[in-house]
């Protein structure tokens, strides 16, 4: 017997474009989510509605249960010249996703530095274990910049730890006088998908880079349903794993557990009868999430 909630008749699904599969559910104390799985549906200036996770307000772009993934947008932190000042201006985002189910994919995202005379680390927050990387990015002049290139010139990535959770950026010039502010106005760091990334030698002299979505990039997310491993999870009320077919799986991104149909089984394992045959959805044009919900609309 299970006392967490479960997607039931009156839960919408959408959110603009974007589909809330449970354990994901829209509004808080609503019964539609599980806990810190709540999405605010939030109405933009220009009228469309998109989702922002309650625990911290990010943007999501997709929801994957498959993968145990969400998509989010993230804030890109800047490091800029000012000419008035004749100093340095950064301003630095930290996200903290501490005491929730949520860690940064060390497999989709990775730590980028774009600059001609910056040095970034990040710093792991929330967490015990103070483990920073760092990132230098150097250049002498916008002409030796290659476009899709991110080893050192003016562009410069790492890879991320596993069970991350939370990330602050501090930033330090590489050389103490350099002649680069002249045609680098601005340097950043953001961590970011690996995937939907390419450098371009604009994002040294203009603020191409960060002038689209708001300042923002899309960030990758593993989560799990729940800190504990499987075999002390599957002794819980709260066990989330409630499809017949389906199984539980440590995560691999830190600790705690994630729920998949078994093989030859596709859905969502989160609903009851959520895993459904494939071969049911081969023969029926229509897939079986859609089957999920039509069952608990009636
Ligand atoms: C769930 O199962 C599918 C199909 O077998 C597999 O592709 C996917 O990687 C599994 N997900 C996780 C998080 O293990
Ligand atoms: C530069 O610094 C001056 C003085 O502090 C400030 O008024 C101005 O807004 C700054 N400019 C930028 C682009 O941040
Ligand atoms: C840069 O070098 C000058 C002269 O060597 C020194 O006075 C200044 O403190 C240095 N600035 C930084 C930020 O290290
Ligand atoms: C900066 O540029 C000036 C003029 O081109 C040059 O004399 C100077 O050596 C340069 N400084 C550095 C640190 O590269
Ligand atoms: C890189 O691409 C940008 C945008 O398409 C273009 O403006 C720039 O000239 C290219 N730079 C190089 C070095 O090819
Ligand atoms: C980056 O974009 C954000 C959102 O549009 C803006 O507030 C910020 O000033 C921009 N920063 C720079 C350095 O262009
Ligand atoms: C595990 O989850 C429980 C319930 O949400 C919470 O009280 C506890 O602090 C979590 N433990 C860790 C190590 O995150
Ligand atoms: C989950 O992890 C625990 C602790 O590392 C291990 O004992 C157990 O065998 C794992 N279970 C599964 C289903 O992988």
């Not at 001609?116 to 710093?123: D, E, G, P, Q, R």
């Not at 990015?137 to 290659?146: D, F, G, M, R």
């Not at 961590?191 to 390419?198: A, G, K, N, P, Y």
Request: hydrophobic content about 30%; glycine content about 8%.
């Amino acid at each position: 017997a299970s006392t967490s909630a479960q997607s039931g008749p009156g839960c919408k699904t959408q959110c603009g474009d974007v589909d809330i599969p449970y354990p994901f559910g829209i509004g808080i104390g609503t019964g539609c989510a599980i806990r810190d799985f709540e999405i605010i549906c939030r109405r933009t200036a220009n009228g469309i509605y998109k989702p922002f996770l309650f625990v911290r307000n990010v943007e999501v772009l997709s929801i994957s249960v498959p993968f145990s993934q969400v998509r989010v947008l993230s804030d890109i932190s800047t490091y800029c010249y000012n000419t008035s000042t004749r100093s340095m201006v950064q301003k630095a985002w930290s996200l903290d996703f501490s005491r929730s189910p949520y860690r940064f994919s060390y497999l989709h995202n990775k730590l980028i530095v774009i600059g001609c005379n910056t040095l970034a680390y990040i710093n792991n927050l929330g967490s015990t274990a103070k483990y920073t990387t760092a990132c230098a990015a150097v250049c002498e002049s916008p002409a030796a910049l290659t476009n899709g290139s991110c080893v050192g010139a003016g562009c410069c990535q790492n890879d991320i730890p596993k069970g991350l959770r939370g990330y602050m950026f501090t930033f330090y010039d590489v050389y103490n006088n350099s002649n680069s502010t002249l045609f680098n106005p601005c340097s950043y760091a953001a961590m970011v998908e690996t995937e939907t990334f390419s450098f371009s030698s604009d994002f040294i002299t203009t603020t191409r880079f960060n002038d689209t979505d708001d300042g923002r990039k899309p960030l990758v997310l593993d989560w799990v349903v729940g800190n504990a491993t499987c075999e002390v999870a599957r002794d819980m009320p709260s066990y989330a794993c409630h499809s017949r077919n389906s199984m539980c799986v440590n995560s691999t991104n830190g600790q705690g557990y994630l729920c998949n149909c078994t093989d030859g089984y596709e859905g969502n394992p989160y609903l009851f009868d959520g895993c459904r045959g494939k071969f049911i959805s081969l023969l029926d044009p229509c897939s079986s999430l859609d089957h999920v919900q039509s069952f608990y609309e009636e």
